[in-house]
């Protein structure tokens, strides 16, 4: 089957669906959005992409924005960051606190909340200003100058902000934040409330599809340190349900608590999905169905 008609297809059989799962609400401009939309769309390397559905309707990243911070402080701090942050999959929620008073502060990824606000700490060595650097970042590789925070979304989170900065404290108390909690939390909501849509997502995503490359051909990350965040996409990018998400969908993928999902096929494309209805888990039910039936369909996973 051609790309555009399955793609097609995928998109009218989640909008003839009943909308399946739950609006994240714990912040609560998350929940305003309507549950049955779907989007799809892929990215091929050269930039030409192709989609369906609302795959042209932004929402907000949310955690698929510690992919890019990741690649960020990557790219900028190098190999030092490993001592502040780990690299195993930490089968918790991932807001919990539990770990991280037992494992004296050090977040066991970067795709958790404590070690994403170690990535926003690490990157405020480089730049006093994070989020807009890793706007500015999606704003160029995905084209669209108008990229932005959605200040609703982010002033909302910022009314529920206990949990984040609960993690942010105790981190700080081990000596693992650098900066002042509130000044790292700022940065961090901001990343997370960025509005994209699933075409310029998938444009975004396409630098590790091109093992670190930009858009316009220069270098972001070694070929080496793009193959390390895809890895931890794979055991890390769906909260704790990274095995479920390898077993059905076989991609590195990152998933948000708006209903987002980004996958990457090394060499071939990436992948975006956005559908707002969520799992327990925190992770889109119809995103990660149109994966599954994606990567099935075509035979284009990792394994
Ligand atoms: N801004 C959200 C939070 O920190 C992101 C969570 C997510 O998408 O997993 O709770």
């Known amino acids: 089957m051609d790309m555009q008609d399955l793609l097609a297809d995928i998109a009218e059989e989640a909008k003839s669906a009943q909308p399946a799962g739950r609006v994240a609400h714990y912040i609560p401009a998350l929940a305003d959005v309507e549950p049955s939309r779907f989007g799809i769309a892929l990215a091929y390397p050269d930039g030409h992409v192709i989609g369906a559905g609302d795959w042209r309707r932004r929402f907000t990243i949310q955690s698929i924005s510690k992919v890019f911070a990741l690649v960020l402080a990557l790219a900028h701090r190098g190999d030092p960051i490993w001592s502040r942050v780990g690299r195993e999959p930490s089968g918790n929620p991932f807001n919990s606190l539990v770990q991280l ?51 609703a979304v982010a002033e909302s989170e910022f009314g529920h902000i206990d949990r984040n900065a609960a993690l942010g404290h105790l981190m700080a108390d081990y000596g693992n934040l650098r900066h002042p909690v509130p000044q790292v939390l700022h940065h961090y909501v901001r990343q997370c409330a960025i509005a994209v849509s699933c075409e310029e997502l998938a444009r975004c995503g396409s630098v590790l599809t091109r093992h670190g490359m930009r858009a316009d051909g220069s270098r972001l990350l070694s070929r080496s340190e793009a193959k390390r965040v895809s890895a931890i996409m794979l055991t890390c990018g769906a909260y704790d349900a990274a095995g479920e998400f390898a077993f059905r969908v076989g991609l590195p993928g990152k998933s948000g608590v708006s209903g987002g999902v980004m996958a990457v096929v090394p060499g071939r494309f990436t992948i975006s999905v956005w559908s707002p209805g969520l799992d327990r888990r925190g992770n889109s039910v119809a995103g990660i169905d149109a994966l599954d039936r994606f990567t099935t369909e075509t035979g284009c996973s990792v394994f």
């Open 101 to 151: 008073e037992y494992e004296h502060g050090i977040p066991r990824n970067p795709f958790i909340n404590a070690g994403a606000l170690v990535v926003t700490d690490l990157l405020l060595e480089h730049t006093d200003q994070p989020s807009e650097m890793l706007r500015d970042l999606l704003r160029v590789e995905s084209g669209a100058d108008d990229i932005d925070v959605d200040m």
